[in-house]
């Protein structure tokens, strides 16, 4: 049971490259959701799925994109990199429905990010 | 979102119980209390939640106001490894928005030998 596996784990672009970062799931879990995590700060949520082909907006929505056509893989995509988007990156994953709250989440061992 | 109000920091000496306060006011009927903990360079990790009742686990307890207005993550015998910044998130039970984690700024537990 591999959990979240979120790659790379280190990558450097170049202001204006795109890359994207991939998440999987082996749980079945129908909730996945991307953050990011500024030095010293608390993680920003940035885009979350409720299942396959379902993906909305949270905090920090800006210069991401995702989509969700499994329910395994969740991959966020930088259009266009910026310096402004160096940061540790999570994935994580958790059960949904009616009972969701009574689920925790499980997350990713990150991937560090620096756009130069 | 319901939010939650946690002191910036703690500290604690090793092998002695740390009891860490969370305060959601707020609080809906319907949220769950979750408690997640993020050691140094590494992701969050979940540690335990509850609704109304008191809750163990092999990591920690969780105990519930009765009004359920604030709870308290309790360490029973704090390790080096616990040192941590702590979380706690209300986590609504329904599918959409309200099943996201919204992480505040969490509590910085320092545990000295």
């Known amino acids: 049971n591999a959990g979240v596996t979120q790659t790379p784990k280190f990558q450097v672009l170049k202001t204006g490259q795109s890359m994207t970062l991939q998440c999987a799931q082996d749980m079945n879990h129908e909730y996945m959701s991307w953050y990011r995590q500024d030095p010293g700060m608390g993680l920003r949520l940035i885009h979350y799925?409720?299942?396959?082909?379902?993906?909305d907006q949270g905090e920090v929505p800006n210069g991401y994109n995702v989509s969700r056509s499994t329910t395994e893989d969740f991959p966020l995509r930088l259009l266009s990199a910026a310096p402004s988007q160096t940061s540790v990156y999570f994935c994580a994953s958790s059960y949904s429905g009616l009972g969701g709250g009574n689920y925790g989440y499980t997350f990713g061992s990150g991937t560090r990010l620096t756009v130069v | 979102d319901a939010k939650t109000t946690q002191p910036n920091s703690m500290e604690s000496n090793e092998e002695e119980p740390v009891h860490l306060p969370c305060n959601h006011s707020t609080i809906s009927g319907t949220d769950y209390i979750h408690w997640y903990r993020q050691l140094p360079s590494q992701g969050p990790e979940y540690v335990i939640h509850?609704?109304?009742s008191n809750v163990n686990n092999r990591m920690a307890s969780l105990a519930i106001a009765e009004d359920r207005k604030s709870s308290t993550l309790i360490l029973h015998r704090a390790t080096l490894r616990d040192a941590a910044v702590y979380y706690c998130?209300?986590?609504?039970?329904?599918?959409?928005?309200?099943?996201?984690?919204?992480f505040g700024k969490g509590t910085k537990l320092s545990v000295k030998p």
């Open positions: 509850g609704l109304t």
């Open positions: 799925s409720v299942g396959a082909g379902i993906t």
């Open positions: 998130i209300l986590r609504g039970p329904y599918g959409g928005s309200q099943g996201n984690l919204i």
